[in-house]
């Protein structure tokens, strides 16, 4: 009788220490969003094409970095933006014609009103952003002045031939008027003391995520 007794009490010491290895190393649940996310917006769309709407959440991480996080049946996906401001507001719709709908987001801060568009295939992709646009022109130097190029948009600058000319885009909006919504973005080349013209380009957005220039205006700029 000691004997069993004996070997009952290690039976139930053994299935003690099984259970505790267990819960131990049990998969938390992931939260849709912690408590220490300070959520500025959140959105409903179909980003993924299923028919179900999807939440789409934009919210400030601990870094003080605006994030931006989907919610969907197959998991969650987020993408950390590198900026540090403050006013954001957004929409959805279907930008590039793929059928589903695209989240864009809008920051604001100063004169800059910087334009984020997030599209949903695999994961959460960003299409458009201040960087992406960046990287979309040219501008090279050459021995009387500067060549702007964006895609296939080519115009000679005559400009100081000291001065370092550079161009950055501050303000990207979207008209709806068409089928196929029309970005446009305008932006400002510059040199160290002096602002030489503005730039306003024209663009759709093709359902492979590529620019499609639709026109270029650029003029001397006048205070």
Request: net charge negative; proline share 2%; charged share 25%.
């Amino acid at each position: 009788m000691k004997k069993f007794i004996k070997v009952f009490a290690v039976l139930i010491f053994f299935v003690f220490l099984s259970s505790c290895s267990i819960s131990k190393f049990k998969k938390e649940k992931d939260q849709i969003i912690s408590a220490n996310e300070n959520v500025f917006n959140s959105f409903l769309g179909d980003f993924n094409g299923d028919g179900i709407n999807e939440h789409i959440y934009v919210y400030k991480s601990e870094n003080g970095k605006p994030c931006v996080k989907l919610i969907t049946k197959g998991g969650n996906y987020y993408k950390e933006l590198n900026d540090l401001a403050d006013n954001f507001y957004s929409h959805a719709a279907d930008v590039n014609g793929d059928g589903k709908e695209e989240f864009i987001l809008y920051i604001s801060e100063s004169s800059h009103e910087k334009m984020y568009i997030f599209s949903f295939t695999d994961d959460l992709n960003i299409i458009l952003s201040p960087e992406i646009l960046q990287k979309e022109f040219d501008l090279a130097k050459i021995k009387n002045g500067y060549v702007f190029t964006f895609g296939s948009f080519e115009k000679k600058l005559d400009s100081d031939l000291n001065d370092n000319l550079s161009m950055e885009f501050n303000h990207t909006d979207i008209s709806y008027e068409d089928s196929l919504p029309l970005f446009i973005a305008d932006g400002i080349i510059k040199g160290s003391d002096k602002k030489y013209y503005t730039v306003t380009v024209s663009f759709t957005i093709s359902n492979n995520n590529d620019f499609e220039i639709k026109e270029i205006d650029m003029r001397p700029y006048a205070e």
